[in-house]
């Protein structure tokens, strides 16, 4: 046999191996690539957890500081991957990262400064909201899977400083403190309402679940209504909650309409208040015009009349498109965000890493990898192997 038939013979048997089923996929991602990765090449040795990597995904990467928000999605990566029983070093990495924001990031009376230099200085001291929701994620679930009591004690006091110092004359909470922007925002609310339903699965504190219920009576009220028969959540309001004129009060993003898809069946399941129209309307509103037609990507940006603002597709509005299909009963669609996740962001990639934006043809434009990103790729995954697998 010639070596040019060997070869189209190897390529005929190489083509004939079968993609492993997606389940498979994912969790080999995860457990032999992504999470040992990250729990090395991503640790710091000045403490903590990186911030980003280079696009060759070598440490450190481009930014020169630390938020405050990363180390705590990282801290609830790698509680989570402990909770899946992952064989490698979980509770050491999501341990580094506690250590390093109660080292460096507190603040007086439960406050979190918002950013840091790399090796630990407040070079930002703004409380922000959505910082201290995401520091709440992270302490539940490290308590959830060590029964150690601080991480709990850290999320009950980070939400009494929200509820003392933050709570705002017109309902909700005030984003930041000091005030940086005359806008009222859904975003921190919305993860807000994530951490509370966290902390009250981890804690079973129904006062917990109550704040979780107003937060989204909130949104629901002030940012979400039905407009040219579509279901729309707002970004941005003005101080009072109400609309905005300008044309930023007219952009919306279909990956929050996923992601509230989501978390409103998340409260349901928890509180047992089922509010079916929202949930569906949102999901309706980002599967209607919220994917581009080109290669099924989320749009990062379209207007409330459904045009699309901006083309681009970053990786966390895909995993949670894939997680509003898997909720509302469509596995088919579930599969085939999937594969689009693995196709243009983690498949392309650096072993373990991901690309983060595509452009309207699905090319790749992003300059850096966010660790960021591995809390919604694990927030997808998760739900993926806990109602599929």
């Given amino acids: 046999m010639g070596e040019a038939q060997e070869k189209l013979n190897d390529s005929q048997a190489h083509a004939a191996v079968p993609t492993p089923p997606m389940t498979e996929r994912i969790r080999d991602w995860l457990a032999d690539s992504a999470l040992p990765f990250w729990a090395e090449v991503g640790r710091d040795p000045r403490g903590g957890l990186h911030e980003d990597l280079t ?25 989570a991957a402990h909770d899946m029983d992952w064989d490698g070093p979980a509770l050491t990495v999501a341990e580094d990262a506690y250590r390093f924001l109660m080292s460096h990031a507190r603040l007086d009376g439960g406050a979190w400064a918002r950013r840091l230099s790399p090796d630990g200085k407040v070079i930002d001291d703004t409380v922000d909201l959505y910082d201290l929701a995401f520091v709440i994620y992270g302490m539940a679930h490290l308590y959830k899977v060590t029964d150690d009591p601080e991480p709990l004690a850290m999320a009950r ?11 705002h004359p017109m309902g909700g909470f005030h984003e930041t403190k000091p005030k940086t922007t005359s806008h009222r925002l859904q975003n921190p609310h919305m993860h807000l309402l994530e951490a509370l339903l966290a902390l009250y699965e981890a804690a079973g504190d129904r ?23 579509h279901m729309i959540l707002l970004e941005r309001a003005d101080d009072h909650w109400r609309t905005l004129t300008t044309p930023e009060g007219r952009t919306i993003e279909p ?9 409103l069946a998340e409260h349901a399941r928890l509180s047992g208040q089922d509010i079916p ?14 994917l581009n037609s080109k ?23 895909v995993t949670e498109a894939l997680r509003s299909h898997l909720i509302m009963g469509h596995q088919d669609r579930a ?5 689009r996740l693995f196709q243009y962001y983690l498949d392309p990639a650096p072993t373990g890493t991901w690309r983060d934006q595509m452009d309207a043809n699905g090319q790749a434009i ?3 990898i966010p660790a960021s990103t591995f809390y919604h790729l694990m927030t997808a995954f998760s739900a993926w192997l806990s109602l599929v697998d």
């Fill in 55 to 79: 696009l060759e995904a070598t440490a450190p990467g481009p930014s020169d500081f630390k938020r405050t928000r990363v180390q705590a999605r990282q801290m609830y990566v790698y509680a």
């Fill in 157 to 167: 006091q980070t939400l009494e400083f929200i509820t003392a110092h933050l709570s």
């Fill in 207 to 229: 006062r917990v679940l109550r704040q979780a219920t107003q937060i989204r009576d909130l949104i629901l009220t002030e940012m979400m209504s039905r407009q040219s028969g």
């Fill in 255 to 263: 990956g929050h309409h996923f992601e509230w898809t989501w978390l």
């Fill in 277 to 290: 129209e929202h949930q569906h309307g949102l999901y309706e509103t980002a599967t209607t015009w919220g």
């Fill in 295 to 317: 290669n099924g990507l989320v749009y990062d940006e379209i207007t409330t009349q459904g045009r699309c603002v901006h083309a681009t597709s970053r990786c966390w509005t």
């Fill in 335 to 339: 599969e085939a965000m999937a594969e």
């Fill in 366 to 368: 992003c300059q850096r």
